[in-house]
Structure formats: structure tokens, C-alpha cells
């Protein structure tokens, strides 16, 4: 199973359609939230690709009706925590968001919320943030994840677009 994990698009569609266009064979997006209008906006403009988007809200999500977290079952013996990230205090601490996935049998937790692209393995948990699709802190490229998750085992990875996506 391949999925495309999007964060923090902040309006910037032009990035979010480009993410999406570069990954047609993808089995599933999930955007981490805050980016909740443009989100809404691809799916009117794609909607052969609606049905494979999940959601979660972000903080800048206002009067979103978007869980704040979801758990998905993607393959036998995999859980994925998905969410934002800023009720688990990301912005300085790890340690909510693994407590939250060893909790509900999670191997696999992905956020966004710090605009900063990370991929770890910790305490048995991948934890992923794909950085920001539109404005990244880290001093790279706006960027988005891969998560492949097979027979063989999980990989996680982080694509960085090329400078001509850059507004």
C-alpha cells in the first residue's frame, strides 16, 4: 500500500494539486490538516481521486467539522495514528503522540503542525511529519511524505518539490 501524507498546505493549492498530479498510482492521501479549503477544493476539482482523501483537522482549521485524529487500519497487523499534531504538543515533545499510538495498538503515527519534514523509528512506532506543502521552517523545499507500507515492512520518506512549485 502506497500513501501520500500532506500537511500544512495553508492555502496554497497550486502545491497540493502538484503532490497529488505526481502521484496518480498512490492507494491513499491523508492531509494533517490545515489546509482544509483547498482540500475541500481538489476534491470538486478531482473527484476521481475524493474517495482515496482523509482528513484531520488542523489548528488553523476553524469551524472545521474534521476529526482531529484518525486511527486507519491499512493492512493486516497495521495502525495508522493520523493527526495534526498540536494537541500532542509536537511543537516540543514527541512523547504525546507515541503514547497515543502505542496506546491504540498504532505502528505507524504521522503529524504536521511544526512545518518541519522528520522520519524516525521510535519505540516500534514510524512517527512521520511531511513538512509543509507550502511553507516549510526547516529550511527546505516545500515537501510531502511517502508512506509504503508491504508484506517486506514500512518504509517512510520525504519528497521535497522541485523550486518551480516555490510561490
Same mark, same amino acid.
Given at each position: 500500500m502506497r500513501i501520500i501524507v500532506i500537511s500544512d498546505t495553508h492555502q496554497y493549492y497550486r502545491n497540493f494539486e502538484?503532490?497529488?498530479?505526481r502521484n496518480p498510482d498512490a492507494d491513499m492521501f491523508l492531509h494533517l490538516g490545515d489546509g482544509e479549503s483547498e482540500y475541500q477544493l481538489?476534491?470538486?476539482?478531482?473527484?476521481e481521486?475524493?474517495?482515496?482523501?482523509?482528513y484531520v483537522k488542523g489548528n488553523c482549521d476553524y469551524g *472545521?467539522?474534521?476529526?482531529l485524529t484518525e486511527l486507519i487500519d491499512v493492512a493486516p497487523n497495521h495502525r495508522i495514528l493520523a493527526t495534526h499534531g498540536h494537541r500532542y504538543r509536537v511543537n516540543s515533545t514527541l512523547d504525546y503522540l507515541e503514547q497515543e499510538a502505542l496506546e491504540n495498538g498504532c505502528d505507524v503515527a504521522l503529524y504536521g503542525h511544526t512545518h518541519e519534514s522528520r522520519c524516525t523509528?521510535?519505540?516500534?512506532?514510524?512517527?512521520?511529519?511531511?513538512? *509543509?506543502a507550502s511553507c516549510p521552517r526547516d529550511g527546505n523545499p516545500p515537501s510531502y511524505g511517502v508512506l509504503e507500507i508491504t508484506s517486506a515492512g514500512i518504509m517512510t520518506n520525504?519528497?521535497?518539490l522541485t523550486p518551480k512549485t516555490i510561490f
Open positions: 502538484t503532490i497529488v498530479l481538489l476534491c470538486r476539482n478531482m473527484p481521486v475524493a474517495d482515496k482523501f482523509r *472545521s467539522d474534521a476529526p523509528y521510535e519505540n516500534g512506532i514510524y512517527v512521520m511529519n511531511p513538512g *509543509s520525504v519528497v521535497f
